[in-house]
C-alpha cells in the first residue's frame, strides 16, 4: 500500500478519514497509534507537530500530511477511487466544507473541552467547563435540527461533512444527548446506518472502555 494513516481508531478525526477512505474504496495501510508510547508519540511528532493524530503519509509522492480534512482532499486528488466526496461545483463544494468546519469545530471541539476537563485539567475544573461546553452544544445542536430539514445529508449528497459529522455526532451526542430534536436525531441514525461508519464504530469498540465517560455510553454503541 503506498499510503499510511496512523491513528487510533477511538480518536474522532481518525474515525472521519477511515470513514472517507471507506465511502472511496482508496487502499491503505492502518498503523495504529499508542501516545503512550514512547517511540509512537515521537513518529507522531515527526508527521504532525503538535503529535496530534491522525496522519498521512504517501510512500509514493513522497508526502506526509496531517489535518482530517486536508488528508481526505489530498486522497480524493491523487487517488481517485469509486465515488467522489466533494461536488464538482465550487460553489456547492464550498457549501460541504463549511459544514465539515462546522461539525469539527462547533460540535467535535466542543465535545473534547468535556473530555479535556475530565483528563487535563485541575480540580474543580470540570463542573464549569462541562456546562459552557453542553450550552455551545445545545446551541450547535438546534442549528443542525433547523439546517437539516428536508435534507438527507448536511451539504447535498453524501460527502465529506457527513464523514465529519458521523463522530463529531457519535461522542457528542454521548456526553449531551440530542433531546427533542428529531430531525438532528433522524440524522444521527442515517449515519449510524452507513456500512462505512459502521465499520469504523466496529473496529473501535475494543477500545471504548477507555473513553472517560464510560457511564454515559448507551448500551447499544457496546455491541
Same mark, same amino acid.
Given at each position: 500500500?503506498?499510503?499510511?494513516?496512523?491513528?487510533?481508531?477511538?480518536?474522532?478525526?481518525?474515525?472521519?478519514?477511515?470513514?472517507?477512505?471507506?465511502?472511496?474504496?482508496?487502499?491503505?495501510?492502518?498503523?495504529?497509534?499508542?501516545?503512550?508510547?514512547?517511540?509512537?508519540?515521537?513518529?507522531?511528532?515527526?508527521?504532525?507537530?503538535?503529535?496530534?493524530?491522525?496522519?498521512?503519509?504517501?510512500?509514493?509522492?513522497?508526502?506526509?500530511?496531517?489535518?482530517?480534512?486536508?488528508?481526505?482532499?489530498?486522497?480524493?486528488?491523487?487517488?481517485? !477511487?469509486?465515488?467522489?466526496?466533494? /461536488? =464538482?461545483?465550487?460553489? *456547492?463544494?464550498? $457549501?460541504?466544507?463549511?459544514? %465539515? +468546519?462546522?461539525?469539527?469545530?462547533?460540535?467535535?471541539?466542543?465535545?473534547?473541552?468535556?473530555?479535556?476537563?475530565?483528563?487535563?485539567?485541575?480540580?474543580?475544573?470540570?463542573?464549569?467547563?462541562?456546562?459552557?461546553?453542553?450550552?455551545?452544544?445545545?446551541?450547535?445542536?438546534?442549528?443542525?435540527?433547523?439546517?437539516?430539514?428536508?435534507?438527507?445529508?448536511?451539504?447535498?449528497?453524501?460527502?465529506? !461533512?457527513?464523514?465529519?459529522?458521523? /463522530? =463529531?455526532?457519535?461522542? *457528542?451526542?454521548? $456526553?449531551?444527548?440530542?433531546? %427533542? +430534536?428529531?430531525?438532528?436525531?433522524?440524522?444521527?441514525?442515517?449515519?449510524?446506518?452507513?456500512?462505512?461508519?459502521?465499520?469504523?464504530?466496529?473496529?473501535?469498540?475494543?477500545?471504548?472502555?477507555?473513553?472517560?465517560?464510560?457511564?454515559?455510553?448507551?448500551?447499544?454503541?457496546?455491541?
Amino acid at each position: 500500500m503506498m499510503l499510511t494513516i496512523y491513528g487510533h481508531p477511538l480518536s474522532s478525526y481518525t474515525q472521519k478519514v477511515l470513514v472517507a477512505l471507506y465511502e472511496t474504496g482508496a487502499p491503505f495501510t492502518f498503523r495504529q497509534i499508542d501516545l503512550g508510547d514512547p517511540e509512537d508519540r515521537a513518529l507522531m511528532k515527526r508527521i504532525e507537530p503538535m503529535g496530534r493524530m491522525p496522519g498521512l503519509r504517501d510512500e509514493a509522492r513522497g508526502v506526509i500530511l496531517s489535518q482530517s480534512s486536508v488528508m481526505i482532499d489530498y486522497v480524493q486528488l491523487h487517488y481517485p !477511487a469509486t465515488r467522489k466526496l466533494l /461536488p =464538482a461545483d465550487l460553489d *456547492a463544494a464550498f $457549501l460541504a466544507r463549511q459544514w %465539515d +468546519r462546522f461539525f469539527d469545530f462547533q460540535v467535535n471541539g466542543i465535545a473534547q473541552q468535556i473530555v479535556d476537563a475530565r483528563l487535563f485539567m485541575g480540580e474543580g475544573a470540570e463542573a464549569p467547563v462541562s456546562a459552557f461546553a453542553r450550552d455551545k452544544l445545545d446551541l450547535a445542536y438546534d442549528a443542525l435540527d433547523h439546517h437539516l430539514q428536508n435534507r438527507e445529508w448536511a451539504a447535498g449528497d453524501y460527502g465529506l !461533512a457527513d464523514c465529519a459529522a458521523s /463522530p =463529531a455526532l457519535f461522542y *457528542a451526542g454521548i $456526553l449531551q444527548p440530542f433531546g %427533542d +430534536r428529531p430531525v438532528l436525531s433522524a440524522y444521527f441514525e442515517r449515519l449510524l446506518a452507513r456500512p462505512s461508519f459502521h465499520r469504523a464504530r466496529t473496529e473501535a469498540l475494543p477500545c471504548l472502555k477507555l473513553f472517560p465517560f464510560p457511564e454515559l455510553i448507551p448500551a447499544r454503541f457496546l455491541t
